[in-house]
């Protein structure tokens, strides 16, 4: 979101971003304005049980007087952050959702999205995953059902399709069209690319040598005892390759640093990247996006959410390599790292991948999209 609004405050129009009030200082630094939104617990707990439909009608309506005074002639709402979208129906005001990773909806034959399984080859593939369309119907009706009585509490019309919390006017799917299954797409998605941001920080020398360079990017919000940097530092230890590594402000307590390895508490992707051989990574979308976009082939070590199914894509698009959270030891991790540096051809695909990305910036490509929906272009169903 924050990519996008600057591409749109760069274009000279008038952006408010609504979130968190962390978010405040490069809200307002971008050209934003910036709008608190409501923070509260959402899923239940014993001492603060709202349940998360009570959460998105009070979110709902606490935000739409925002949207009423603002006037906006779009919404975009996160695909998270339902409330933001159903207050911009509360008040009139047009829809539309931005997907900030690979398209949650799935076609007859895929296999279910998150579970980390890739793409059949073949026919009976195909005919095998469709034996679970009726369980994945199941759940997505139940999804539907619950958007829906949220929907008539707030005195909104129910809608019909499954995954109703997808707007059918206009969704932006922020990422790499690579990493997106050949299907039929409808006329109101559209792959725009990845919107990449990242906040201000100071340059980190990289390790001096001429070896292969790896970094070792953990998620920002998943395994706290730092599993996966253990062993990637353990397990690379006097491999030929230099090894930089961040905890990302998670202070890993006592950890052992071989001579060949850098640790630091953060660093800047976009400057890192560019300049390694492989991203070793959790694969969240956010990293998988940057790294591929610097043109580096990535190790994927899922952990939760969808990165099972961005370690999927990556697997099926020849970028990376994916190691199954159960396999992540140093001895594993080694043979993954020595594989994906032995195969020329990822490197290659992924600098494709790369030079993609410097052709086709997502949050410029998002705004120009936005403003053809906003002006009733081709992609402005109504």
């Known amino acids: 979101m924050l990519a996008l609004g600057q591409a749109l405050v760069r274009r000279g129009h008038e952006v ?5 009030t962390r978010w405040r200082e490069p809200v307002e630094a971008a ?3 910036f ?9 239940p707990t014993r001492d603060r049980p709202l349940k998360p439909y009570q959460a998105a009608v009070r979110a709902a309506r606490e935000t739409a007087p925002l949207v009423a005074e603002l006037r906006p002639d779009a919404v975009v709402a996160d695909i998270l952050t339902v409330a933001m979208a ?3 129906e509360l008040e009139r005001a047009p829809v539309a959702t931005l997907v900030p990773h690979v398209f949650p909806i799935t076609d007859p034959g895929f296999p279910p999205y998150s579970i980390g399984a890739r793409l059949p080859r073949g026919a009976l593939g195909r005919a095998a995953w469709r034996l679970t369309d009726p369980i994945v119907r199941r759940g997505l009706k139940q999804g539907r059902r619950e958007l829906n009585e949220t929907r008539e509490r707030l005195g909104l019309a129910p809608r019909p399709w499954l995954h109703n919390g997808i707007s059918r006017e206009l969704c932006l799917v922020g990422t790499l069209p690579q990493l997106e299954y050949p299907r039929e797409w409808p006329g109101w998605a559209r792959v725009v690319g990845p919107l990449l941001w990242e906040p201000p920080s100071e340059p980190v ?4 040598g001429d070896l292969p360079l790896v970094l070792v990017a953990p998620s920002t919000s ?3 005892g730092h599993r996966l940097l253990r062993a990637a530092l353990a397990g690379l230890a006097g491999e030929p390759v230099r090894v930089l590594a961040t905890y990302n402000g ?6 052992d640093v071989p001579p060949n390895a850098t640790v630091v508490p953060w660093l800047s992707y976009a400057r890192t990247m560019p300049h390694c051989a492989l991203v070793v990574c959790h694969a969240g979308h ?6 591929l976009s610097a043109g580096a082939a990535v190790l994927a070590c899922p952990d939760a959410g969808d990165q099972s199914e961005n370690a999927a894509r990556i697997d099926w698009a020849g970028v990376g390599v994916r190691l199954p959270r159960r396999l992540v030891t140093p001895w594993a991790l080694r043979l993954a790292v020595r594989r994906a540096l032995a195969d020329p051809s990822m490197g290659r695909r992924a600098g494709a991948l790369g030079a993609w990305a410097a052709a086709n910036d997502g949050a410029v490509r998002a705004s120009e999209v936005l403003e053809q929906w906003v002006a009733g272009g081709p992609t402005r169903t109504r």
Not at 16 to 20: F, G, K, V
Not at 35 to 43: D, I, R
Request: net charge negative.
């Open 31 to 33: 050209g934003m304005l």
């Open 205 to 208: 020398a990289l390790p001096s």
């Open 286 to 291: 956010g990293t998988l996006a940057r790294a």
């Open 86 to 88: 159903l207050a911009g």
């Open 35 to 43: 709008a608190a939104a409501p923070e509260y617990q959402v899923f």
């Open 222 to 224: 998943q395994d706290p």
């Open 250 to 255: 998670r202070d890993p307590g006592p950890i």
């Open 16 to 20: 408010c971003l609504q979130t968190w």
